[in-house]
């Protein structure tokens, strides 16, 4: 006995709609990267330098991609906060990092840290890094950094030192350990957060990025005693680098890295390094990172990859040679 009409319909109608279904699906896989905003999360609080150069960067970015790209800061954690949103980020390119270079020190000087190696999220692009110097009140009437230690070992307590990120306390450990002295550290989220302590003198040093403590500098409010670069700053012929005051180092490794999360795929990583070195030619991106005395040519995500591994080794050395943490 055939089947009637009726009974055979419902199960066309199942195989139709189970068509549609391949077909829908099939079209949303097909949707071209970036199908919404992308995040950007900087692990630092608005307003310091590594944010604008965040900005720049991002605005350029979404003019190339089709899609805004939108800065979200995540401060605090010694930059892990921001750092574990992305390592836990779904790895589809919407969401990417705005790593430091001291985000390569920060498993091997903190217990705390959400990663063991930064290698552990995927390599998209590299800009420019802060030139990390330290700075004094002007009010503390030291002009040097041989006149910096000197004080530091004549007062009765251990001079503060304010941070807010690692790379800023390898520079710090180099200075304090070849010319003897020590310094109390005192942790802030960033850089806009210290500068006032630093300004009024609660807190006696500070090593920050060029761009956040140079205004203060011209202004007469604070004292610049040595940069950590291989060569002098062209916008600042006075200042020393450290190396020149007395701490015979390596400078220190600084860059900005935009990072995706684990296992992100090559296509997304090619167009958002294409997106990324477009975006850096720019006459306004350019001239962001000229005010912010940021220096330093984009890079690929091969390169990108070859710096994060620089930089993880020069904190794994520091580490092992001072014994350093911030736990």
Known sequence: MHPTPQKIR????LIVWAALALCTASALAQVAFPARPVRLIVPTPAGGPSDAAA???????????????????RPGGNTGIGAAAVLNAVADGHTLFFALASNAGLPHL??????????EFTPIAAIGGNTQCLVVPAGLAVRTLAEFAAHAKASPRPLLRGSNNVSEDMVAGQVTSALGFALDRVPYKGA???????????????VLPVGASVPHVRAGKLVMLGCSMSERIAALPTVPTLAEAGVAVPPL???????GPPRLPADIVERLASAARQAAQTPEFRQEMERLMIVGNARSPAETRELMQQAEAQYVQFVRETGASID
């Open 192 to 206: 806009p957060q210290l500068l006032p302590d630093l300004l009024e003198g609660r807190i006696q040093a500070a």
């Open 253 to 259: 490794i600084t860059a900005h890295f935009v990072l």
């Open 10 to 13: 419902p199960t066309r109608r």
């Open 55 to 73: 900005r720049a960067l991002a605005k350029g970015m979404g003019a190339t991609l089709g899609q805004e790209v939108v800065v979200d800061n």
């Open 110 to 119: 903190s217990k705390a840290s959400p990663y063991r190696s930064l290698a």
